[in-house]
C-alpha cells in the first residue's frame, strides 16, 4: 500500500461479514473457518472494492479477528497482508477498541468502518484534529457499495484541501 495515504481502518464481523443477517445474503458464500462456530458470510465482489479503497488509503484489520484475518480473509477477498490493530483477547467490549485505535492512528486522518462503534469511539473521533470520519455498517447488511463511496468521496475531499498529513 502507498505511504502518506489516509488510513481506513476495516472490521471484519459486521462489515464484511454480515452475521446479523438471518441468512446468507444474496452474493455471500458460508466458509466454515471456525469449527463448532457460526460459518463467516464473504462476498467475493468486495475484493474489487477493497483494492479501490487501497488505492485511496492505507488499510488495517480493525477486528478482533487479529492476524487471522489476513490468514483466513485475505485470500478469500485477494488482499495483501495487511497490518493488523492489537486489541484485548477476545472477549472484549467494543469501547476497548478505542485506545488501540487511537494508538495506532496516531495523528494521521482515518476513515474507521465498523459496525459497533461506541459513543468511547464518537467522543474520540470528534476530540482528534486529524480529519476523522466514522462509518456505521449495519450487520445484517455488511459493507455497501454507498460506504465504499462514502469513504472514497471523504479521501478526495481531504485530497482536495490540499493538507498534508
Excluded at 21 to 34: I, K, R, V
Excluded at 68 to 90: K, W
Amino acid at each position: 500500500m502507498p505511504s502518506g495515504l489516509p488510513l481506513l481502518l476495516l472490521d471484519v464481523d459486521g462489515v464484511l461479514n454480515p452475521f446479523g443477517a438471518d441468512q446468507c445474503p444474496s452474493g455471500y458464500e458460508e466458509f466454515d473457518f471456525f469449527p463448532d462456530e457460526e460459518p463467516v458470510r464473504l462476498c467475493r465482489a468486495h475484493a474489487a472494492w477493497l483494492r479501490e479503497l487501497g488505492d485511496r488509503f492505507e488499510i488495517a484489520w480493525a477486528t478482533g479477528w487479529g492476524a487471522e484475518a489476513n490468514r483466513l480473509l485475505a485470500p478469500v477477498l485477494q488482499l495483501p497482508q495487511l497490518p493488523v490493530i492489537g486489541f484485548p483477547p477476545i472477549p472484549f467490549e467494543p469501547r476497548e477498541k478505542v485506545p488501540a485505535v487511537a494508538s495506532y492512528v496516531g495523528s494521521r486522518p482515518a476513515v474507521w468502518i465498523d459496525d459497533a462503534l461506541t459513543p468511547e469511539a464518537r467522543a474520540w473521533a470528534e476530540g482528534r484534529k486529524a480529519p476523522t470520519l466514522l462509518v456505521d455498517v449495519d450487520p445484517a447488511e455488511g459493507l455497501t457499495r454507498a460506504v465504499v463511496l462514502r469513504a472514497l468521496v471523504w479521501a478526495e475531499d481531504l485530497l482536495a484541501g490540499g493538507r498534508s498529513w
